[in-house]
């Protein structure tokens, strides 16, 4: 069975700081991933996706995210964060074989210190 | 473009009694999901409609849960009994056609107090 896992519960990280939270998951076949992402008070919402080509993808508001096919891995970095992205972080990852069936992880609360 | 639309915001309910929840997907999409999310977790599919055909329904607890989406447009999502378990937020979502989940459109949830 698909599962997903998401090494850091909760980050508190200090304004202009960089950001990697890890993400790896279990599906030997071809997947989608996503990172979406839920600021306070406001819905789930796609941060960006990766489905084929270029490994490294970027997404919005300056993130980007890495697929490492041979780790299992879809990290997502920021280089400098700002207090405005405090918000708890989703990854998730479809198998190809599954369309629309998302299994996500456990979350990151992301707090970012003015 | 108006977004998915859930209600209501919030329930309150006593255990073994039963709640419904209701979904507007936005207009177009085809595929229909409706996902818990238990406080500290990240969401979990329940059931899975594409048009007015269940598609995943592996993790619904059928026991107690169901959900119909009559028309393939709107959708219900009930339980019956509830159990203190059964507190979190109910997220019902919805994707265009096209597949692959290239963009899954989330509402703003229920959050379900089971006292």
């Known amino acids: 069975a698909q599962s997903v896992s998401q090494h850091n519960h909760h980050v508190i990280l200090s304004e202009a700081a960089s950001l990697e939270l890890g993400c790896n998951y279990s599906?030997?076949?071809?997947?989608?991933l996503f990172w979406y992402v839920q600021y306070p008070g406001q819905h789930l919402q796609l941060l960006l996706k990766?489905?084929?080509?270029?490994?490294l993808v970027k997404g919005i508001k300056g993130f980007e995210a890495e697929f490492i096919k041979s780790k299992f891995s879809f990290n997502l970095r920021k280089p400098s964060v700002q207090w405005s992205d405090t918000a708890e972080y989703f990854c998730a990852v479809n198998a190809i074989s599954n369309t629309g069936k998302l299994i996500f992880g456990q979350g990151t609360t992301l707090q970012v210190k003015p | 473009e108006a977004g998915v639309a859930q209600s209501p915001r919030y329930k309150i309910i006593e255990k073994r009694q039963s709640v419904a929840f209701w979904c507007n997907p936005i207009?177009?999409?085809?595929?229909l999901y409706w996902y818990q999310q238990i406080l500290g977790q990240g969401p979990k599919l329940l059931i899975q409609f594409q048009n007015n055909g269940v598609v995943d329904d592996s993790q619904l607890p059928k026991d107690r849960f169901s959900a119909e989406r009559l028309k393939g447009v709107d959708s219900t999502l009930k339980i019956q009994p509830a159990k203190l378990e059964d507190s979190a937020v109910y997220l019902c979502?919805?994707?265009?056609?096209?597949?692959?989940?290239?963009?899954?459109?989330f509402g703003s949830g229920t959050q379900l107090s089971v006292l």
């Open positions: 599906y030997g076949g071809t997947v989608n």
């Open positions: 990766y489905f084929s080509g270029d490994p």
């Open positions: 979502a919805s994707s265009p056609p096209l597949g692959r989940s290239e963009k899954l459109f």
């Open positions: 207009s177009g999409h085809a595929t």
